[in-house]
């Protein structure tokens, strides 16, 4: 694991330094800052293989890299939650960049912007299978706005918007399948590009369930085209098309129809059947107008913390999102274009203090001990239990999940999805949890119905599409609920909220009782300030020794405590001693 500490360019704990680091057996990269990290030169390469780049571990607003390009030529490499925002700075460049031959490649939930070449490229020997899912791609800057070359060979792209861009949306050459599926094209000049090539070859894709809008102002005659006879007389481009959606009257009101072969103006092969894609994970698909909606709530780098202040996305994300709901016709010439937006049309990605992580192995001490797990021992890399070849017991991943993965890829999945942390439920100092859930569902607008199920580790209850969530009393460890919400057109959703109840308690202010002698977490020597009632100590209670207390000044401490504070204000002197540790 290695932590990125500050924003500078390069130096240790930059983000270069940790993609320039990387050891044989691979790391996953987390962030204890949020902002942007300034790309100097052509590019920033990534070469090395195995890697992790987590941006959901930003504390604050999350991670983003501009000024240049960011290129992937390793194999195995997962990037979540991160921005790419390349920027008209006079130099041609793309703001993501799959290099020849790279393999196993998943992106999921970024964003890509303020390209002056395409948004995200692949070149030369094709990449092989990529996934690119819950994404944003959107204002490559004219006068070139485009959003991506796809020379792939095995490819999927799920639930994407590909928005804002005059051209290549993407232009695709995929020598093995791609498979399109889920996506909404939005204000596309171009749009799906089909080879455009007179090369002999055999380039072959699925479009399946996929969404084509124009807005006002920008009306196309077709979705899909340029495919042609290759030098030779032969068609070099086939295509399954299916399912798919097409809005191209301009009236901002979303009511597409299935055109099928009629939105494509190409020379190409129909298929009467998908092309199959032998050894892929086949993407569950939904209706084009159901995808549409998940994308709107959930796509792009997010801030899923219930206890974050801000909005689910940053500034940028929001306007893009704004303009597809409301059929926003826009293009840039310099991502300063984007009135009203700060940073010169960047955004601004504040920072937050990061939470503890004590044995720095990319899960913070709260996290490990709510689990039970020690804080001190680096053990990211311990597999979690599994049986017949699937997990087992507690996890915050979905059920069914196949076995292997780490309690680190555990901690990185809980951040993915909605959740939040709850401290402990104690008697005589109630928690719970109460959020918005309409805040995860914002594509389901036209009267939203929520139900919530499968509460584990408390009970939770819905007023409206607010839950509150209440611990069961004295829990700690994983917790959490199901939530489905149904709109007008009977379009329903269901995801996972995760709650983690943390070891101790909300912080209390003790006195001192003065009826026994013993500091521990099981003897009830302490008065409540606020209730005066009777209680035991827990970790980050704040205590006092008063001169009330005093008949009591020999102090017993058999074990280790944690509190928060401890004040001694009395006459009497008090004494602590015992083979414990405060």
């Known amino acids: 694991v290695y932590t990125v500490t500050h924003l500078n360019a390069s130096g240790a704990g930059s983000f270069a330094q940790g993609i320039a680091t990387v050891p044989a057996s691979g790391r996953t990269i987390v962030f204890a800052v949020s902002g942007y990290i300034p790309l100097s030169g052509s590019y920033l390469r990534l070469a090395s293989s195995k890697v992790t780049i987590a941006g959901q571990t930003a504390p604050g607003d999350g991670i983003g890299l501009r000024n240049s390009s960011f290129r ?43 390209s002056t070449d395409e948004n995200m490229s692949s070149f030369g020997s094709p990449p092989e299978n990529l996934t690119l899912q819950w994404s944003l791609n959107a204002w490559g800057l004219l006068s070139h706005s485009a959003g991506g070359l796809w020379d792939q060979s095995h490819a999927t792209c799920h639930h994407t918007l590909w928005a804002h861009n005059h051209t290549r949306d993407p232009k695709a050459r995929p020598s093995g399948v791609l498979d399109w599926v889920n996506n909404v094209s939005f204000d596309y000049g171009i749009g799906f590009i089909m080879g455009d090539s007179s090369t002999p070859a055999d380039w072959k894709a699925n479009v399946r369930n996929c969404y084509f809008i124009c807005p006002p102002g920008n009306i196309r005659g077709y979705a899909l085209s340029r495919a042609s006879l290759d030098r030779n007389g032969n068609t070099n481009f086939s295509l399954y098309l299916d399912n798919c959606r097409w809005d191209r009257d301009g009236d901002t009101v979303l009511d597409g129809t299935n055109a099928g072969y009629g939105m494509v103006s190409a020379t190409y092969d129909q298929l009467s059947a998908p092309i199959a894609t032998t050894g892929a994970v086949p993407v569950t698909m939904d209706d084009p107008t159901l995808a549409l909606k998940k994308l709107v709530s959930s796509s792009g780098p997010l801030r899923l913390d219930a206890a974050y202040s801000g909005p689910l996305r940053d500034e940028v994300d929001t306007r893009l ?68 070849g699937v997990l087992t017991g507690s996890t915050f991943m979905p059920a069914g999940t196949v076995a292997g993965y780490t309690r680190l890829e555990e901690y990185l999945h809980y951040l993915a999805i909605p959740h939040a942390t709850v401290p402990k439920n104690v008697a005589g100092a109630p928690t719970g949890l109460v959020v918005d859930l309409a805040k995860f569902t914002s594509g389901f607008s036209s009267a939203p119905v929520f139900t919530a199920t499968g509460a584990a580790g408390g009970s939770v209850s819905l007023t409206g599409s607010v839950a509150a969530f209440t611990p069961a009393v004295n829990f700690s460890g994983r917790a959490g609920f199901d939530f489905t919400v149904t709109d007008a057109a009977g379009h329903s959703w269901r995801q996972h909220f995760a709650i983690l109840v943390s070891a101790s308690a909300l912080p209390r202010e003790l006195v001192w009782k003065g009826a026994g002698n013993v500091w521990d977490f099981s003897a009830a020597n302490w008065l409540r300030t606020d209730n005066g009632t009777t209680v035991t100590f827990s970790t980050g209670d704040r205590v006092a020794f008063t001169q009330a207390g005093s008949a009591q000044a020999s102090v017993s401490v058999p074990g280790a405590i944690a509190p928060g504070s401890v004040e001694v204000d009395a006459a009497a002197n008090y004494t602590f001693s015992g083979a414990g540790a405060i």
């Open 72 to 114: 992937i030529s390793g194999d195995d490499v997962i990037v979540r939650h991160v921005r790419f925002r390349h920027g008209g700075n006079g130099s041609g460049g793309v703001c993501l960049n799959l290099a020849s031959g790279s393999e196993r490649c998943m992106l999921d939930h970024i964003a890509m912007q303020f």
């Open 321 to 388: 999102i704004a303009n597809l709901i409301t059929q926003t016709h826009s293009r840039l010439e310099r991502e300063s274009d984007l009135t009203g937006i700060s940073g010169a049309g960047f955004g601004t990605l504040n920072s937050a203090a990061a939470p503890v992580d004590t044995d720095r192995d990319g899960m913070p001490d709260f996290y490990e001990l709510a689990l039970g797990w020690n804080h001190v021992v680096q053990d990211h890399n311990t597999v979690l239990a599994s049986s017949a």
